[in-house]
């Protein structure tokens, strides 16, 4: 079975500078991929990034990339230019074998600061 | 755009009433799934459903039911409420892409507290 690990429960960062959250995950299978999601104050989980264990390159989407580095079986986000409305928990989470169900870590919650 | 909507924002109950939490996709997605948050915990699966009328239990399926009759609604029921049930219950749904992995879109989210 697949374990995520968030090890940060909480960050804070200054508004304009990056930040990398960590999120580590074991897994058996050969073929598998990490999201990374943002839940603001609100609730609603937005989906961030995506990326398959297959892909070469990090997958970037605007001021967020995503830092796969499979022999230590890690997955980070980086969240460049911080914003105050990236203030929010941040979860990274992996699709189960052959399963259409995650399995989410803990969460991180960020704080951007003016 | 998907669009994943729950019936209530916020919700009290009081111990022992029956709850009924709604879900609705507009994306046609086979799957859909019941998660509850909780604080330090992140998001735990409760019951997932792959088709009409089908359900499979999740990792935390005591004290819940569901129900899927209409491939877009998928309803969370708590029988018999009680306090250790208040949580935030998040659904979501997918439509499954193996390029690009098993997305999931989520709704808005009810906060739901049994006094």
């Known amino acids: 079975a697949q374990k995520i690990t968030q090890t940060q429960p909480g960050m804070f960062v200054q508004e304009k500078e990056a930040v990398t959250l960590d999120c580590t995950y074991d897994t058996s299978d050969q073929s598998y991929g990490l999201f990374w999601y943002k839940q603001p104050s609100s609730g609603e989980m937005i989906f961030l990034i995506y990326?398959?264990?297959?892909?070469?390159q990090n997958a970037t989407e605007g001021r967020y990339s995503l830092n796969f580095q499979k022999a230590r079986k890690s997955a980070n986000l980086v969240i460049s230019a911080s914003q105050l409305g990236d203030s929010a928990m941040y979860f990274c989470a992996m699709p189960l074998l052959n399963d259409y169900k995650l399995s989410f870590g803990a969460g991180t919650t960020v704080t951007v600061r003016a | 755009d998907v669009k994943v909507t729950q019936s209530s924002r916020y919700l009290v109950k009081r111990t022992g009433e029956k709850v009924f939490l709604e879900c609705v996709q507009d994306m046609d997605h086979e799957n859909m799934f019941w998660y509850r948050q909780d604080p330090g915990l992140g998001l735990r699966l409760i019951y997932f459903?792959?088709?009409?009328?089908?359900?499979e239990k999740g990792d935390i399926p005591e004290g819940y039911s569901v129900s899927r009759e209409k491939k877009e609604r998928f309803s969370l029921i708590l029988e018999s409420a009680s306090t250790n049930q208040t949580s935030m219950y998040l659904c979501?749904?997918?439509?499954?892409?193996?390029?690009?992995?098993?997305?999931?879109?989520f709704g808005p989210g009810t906060r739901l507290t049994v006094t």
């Open positions: 459903s792959y088709d009409v009328k089908m359900k």
């Open positions: 979501a749904s997918s439509f499954p892409n193996r390029d690009r992995g098993p997305k999931q879109y």
């Open positions: 990326q398959g264990s297959y892909d070469e």
